[in-house]
């Protein structure tokens, strides 16, 4: 459901809008049972997502991405319900077949097991990127 939202999203493009900055938010890794106090290092098991997370989109591997649940290690501790990822799942829809032309802006774990990573899609994305994109 969340990545077909695309065709409504890029119906906007169709309209005549040349450029359009669309914000999603969530969250790479969300298990807020596993918070920890603010100066711990990353957890192994959110890192590992984070980084199987990036090299599937880096890689543009779609059906990796999709199937997330079975294929990504900790998928499950990672993201023990799915809402605050599916966001991502509404920007590469949005982005079209441009989705792979992306950039990574690291953003490093908080609490431990929080990824907040962000990404930006479609055409330019590099020199984008390098001008307006905070982590979300």
Known sequence: FFFQAEDGIRDVAVTGVQTCALPISGSITHNLYDLHPEDT?????????????????????MAALLDY??????????????????????????????????KRLEGGMTYGALGMDSYVFAAGAHAAAGREAAPA
């Open 41 to 61: 290092p990353p957890v192994p098991y959110a890192v590992a997502f984070v980084e199987w997370f990036a090299s599937r989109l880096a890689a543009g591997d």
């Open 69 to 102: 649940r079975r294929q990504a290690p900790n998928a499950e501790r990672a993201h023990p319900t799915d809402e605050h990822l599916m966001p991502l799942y509404v920007a590469l829809g949005a982005a079209g077949d441009e989705w792979r032309d992306l």
